[in-house]
């Protein structure tokens, strides 16, 4: 090995389909920290759902959409897909009790918003309610929900909800000269082990203008 080679670290390999052998996932571990979908339905009947889901993220900015992604059949997915409306609930710091308990695994009669102690609230644009202390909603219509293949073809249990944001709610104090504030708004962010969470602070922030072909010397895209 030449001085200029880099030392490769000692690494260790799994094939998830055999099993990782470690306490809890590292795959979600890894892919960390992520933004919670703390996502609020109404079933058919008028009974409200509220539930966090750590598979969530942004897929598209034109339009917006969001999606989340469930472990099996749960009620947040039922609802989004048979009434074709959801909302997602920005998980503030303040907020994080609350939503943990709101995870809870219970009947689908049962309403978590009452569980955790919080206020539904009428939405603009959508018939489902959300949280009244959450900080930043989008009201959403759910565009699809598909259920997840592996590299065999075999379908799994778990499904993805998209929805197209149609309305959204921000707190005024969290825009700040017109640029929503990120650390002011205090996310609470999953990563780590079984039970970790992170949020993020002044410390993390930094700026990083995307370079333009001129400054690399290369021609701009047609």
């Known amino acids: 090995m030449s001085e200029t080679t880099p030392r490769q670290p000692s690494r260790y ?18 892919i960390a920290p992520r933004p ?5 339905t109404r079933d058919a009947a008028g009974v409200l759902n509220l539930a966090p889901y750590s598979f969530f993220n942004a897929v598209s900015d034109s339009p917006p959409i969001i999606g989340f992604s469930s472990s099996g059949l749960k009620d947040s997915v039922v609802n989004a897909e048979a009434t074709g ?11 994080a009790a609350a939503m943990n308990l709101s995870a809870v695994e219970t009947t689908p009669e049962i309403d978590e918003f009452a569980v955790a102690g919080l206020t539904p609230a009428d939405s603009q644009v959508v018939s489902a309610p959300h949280v009244a ?3 930043t909603v989008f009201e959403c219509r759910t565009t699809e929900v598909l259920q997840l293949k592996d590299a065999s073809g075999e379908l ?5 909800v998209f929805g197209e944001v149609v309305g959204v709610h921000i707190d005024q104090a ?7 504030d990120t ?3 205090q996310p609470m962010l999953r990563g780590g082990g079984p039970t970790t969470y992170f949020t993020i ?22």
């Open 85 to 95: 409306e959801f909302c997602w609930n920005l998980v503030s710091a303040d907020l």
């Open 133 to 135: 202390q959450a900080r």
């Open 201 to 222: 602070g002044e410390a993390q922030r930094s700026h990083m203008r995307r370079p333009l072909p001129e400054d690399l010397g290369v021609p701009p895209r047609a």
């Open 174 to 180: 969290l825009l700040k000269d017109g640029i929503y």
């Open 13 to 30: 390999f799994y094939e998830p389909a055999a099993g990782h052998g470690l306490p809890h996932s590292p795959f979600k571990a890894i």
């Open 36 to 40: 919670i979908g703390w996502i609020s």
């Open 156 to 160: 799994t249990d778990r499904r993805v």
């Open 183 to 185: 650390v002011a708004a």
